[in-house]
């Protein structure tokens, strides 16, 4: 082997490493897709009649489901296999993406190596994967978010070079960061909060930190003032598909029908007890014919006033049913949406999936006391880098994602009765990708610590 060759590959060794990493994840990756058989679920056909409008309509742009997986149907043009083609082709790149970025966060190159591992071993786990063969918006929310938390750690690493930056710049990143988030946020609704508490976190962030004003203020004002916007654009479309009525139906009909007291506070505010309402008890909006017409006029007026009314006059409801259900918002089992030519899974233990990727899975996205293990040991390298003092700005990113997590949680679990852990998906994947980021940005602090001292004693 020529010998420059040779020493820059012994140089640049956590690049090679790095590379090969990703090259395994791509192609257990397409090996997994080959074994799916694209699934099809009653959720997918709503995205599908709303991707065969005319995109220019209304019927579009405020249909039944938000945009994002209609207009990549529609580039498919409707044909589902397509369609998980390119699931899995944007899977591949966004989740590389972040891993390659991941590594460029750390400063230790084992910390590189291992940091690229985690990110490209999470995402080869069952719930990840197993969205590529589902005509369902999952997939393209966790690719999307996994390109977006790459940017967000790009820009901090910007940031933390103290470098001033042009006006065009910072509204040419904005501008594309505004445009990404928009697509995310269009795969689900409930994303849209997520850009919301973001928003508010930059604002308080600006107000604290001058120094950042100066060198990046166009950028974060600009991000905070589209984020808001996208909120806002987002939220007048779901009211005007009326995307709100079935997860109202199932609240209703699973938390508020079957209880005395619950139900007097909604008949009180206009509510009728007729038979068409009544069916509901105990069942979802598909149980009763999706026939809705005994709840008006009082749902179209004033249902989602009235629950956010409940709600708020309800706080230890609003607040601690999540905590209370947490087992269901974190540990619940998916295995049912497996995208299996045979028999339904029922639970996890039954998914035929390889050994292998069960056993990453049980590892890297846990399930019960396991989480919890996960959340003790990223407090605990938490606190040992405050304790030296080796806090940056990188870990800003995780911190943010753990505190928007628990918000994002009341969201679910009160915006619907049905599915529930799906719909928290993708909080689970916010909270343990910050998790295993934050044990990691421990070992780097731990190390250049190590360093120091060394150096200091020299």
């Known amino acids: 082997m020529n010998p420059e060759l040779s ?88 989740w590389s993406v972040l891993a390659v970025v991941v590594v460029q966060t750390f400063r230790r190159q084992w910390v590189k190596i291992a940091g690229a591992a985690v990110i490209l071993a999470f995402a080869l786990t069952v719930d990840v994967t197993l969205w590529n063969g589902t005509a369902l918006s999952e997939s393209l929310a966790l690719s999307l978010h996994a390109l977006l938390l790459a940017i967000a750690l790009w820009c901090v690493r910007k940031f933390a070079m103290k470098q001033q930056a042009s006006v065009p710049h910072q509204i ?33 962030s600006l107000l604290l930190q001058r120094k950042t004003l100066r060198r990046y203020g166009v950028f974060l004002l600009l991000l905070i003032i589209m984020f ?23 609240v209703l009909g699973q938390r508020i029908l079957p209880f005395p007291a619950e139900t007097t506070f909604f008949t009180e505010k206009g509510m009728q007890l007729n038979p068409g309402v009544l069916c509901f008890a105990n069942n979802t909006a598909s149980d009763c014919g999706m026939d809705f017409s005994g709840f008006e006029p009082w749902i179209s007026r004033s249902g989602v006033r009235s629950y956010e009314r409940f709600l708020l006059e309800h706080p230890s409801r609003l607040f601690l049913d999540p905590l209370r259900n947490i087992g269901e918002l974190v540990s619940g089992d998916m295995a049912h949406y497996y995208p299996s030519a045979g028999t339904v899974p029922r639970t996890f233990s039954e998914v035929p999936a390889p050994q292998w990727q069960k056993v990453l899975t049980r590892i890297l996205f846990p399930r019960d006391i396991v989480v919890a293990l996960l959340a003790v040991l990223a407090l605990g390298s938490f606190v040992l880098s405050a304790v030296h003092r080796r806090l940056d700005l990188r870990w800003s990113v995780p911190i943010v994602l753990l505190l928007l997590a628990y918000p994002l949680f009341v969201v679910v679990w009160h915006g619907d009765a049905k599915e529930v852990q799906r719909h928290a998906l993708m909080v689970d994947v916010q909270m343990i990708l910050s998790f295993w980021m934050i044990i990691l940005l421990g070992f780097d602090s731990h190390s250049n610590v190590r360093t120091d001292t060394s150096h200091r004693g020299k």
Not at 71 to 88: E, G, P, V
Not at 189 to 199: E, S, T
Not at 232 to 241: E, T
């Open 228 to 250: 808001g916007g996208i909120f806002l654009v987002q939220s007048a479309s779901q009211s005007a598909g009326k995307r709100w009525e079935i997860p109202l139906i199932n």
């Open 172 to 204: 040419f990143l904005a501008s594309g960061i505004a445009v990404l988030a928009t697509l995310w946020s269009f795969t689900r609704d409930a994303n849209m909060y997520f850009l919301l508490g973001v928003a508010g976190i930059l604002l308080l």
């Open 7 to 94: 020493a820059s590959l012994r140089k640049n060794w956590h690049i090679v490493t790095v590379a090969f990493l990703v090259a395994v994840f791509c192609i257990l990756s397409v090996l997994l897709f080959r074994s799916y058989t694209v699934r099809e679920f009653p959720d997918s056909r709503e995205y599908e009649t709303v991707a065969h409008a005319h995109i220019f309509s209304s019927g579009f742009w405020t249909g039944i489901r938000p945009v994002t997986m209609p207009l990549l149907l529609k580039l498919s043009r409707y044909n589902l296999a397509t369609f998980a083609i390119i699931q899995l082709a944007l899977n591949l790149i966004c």
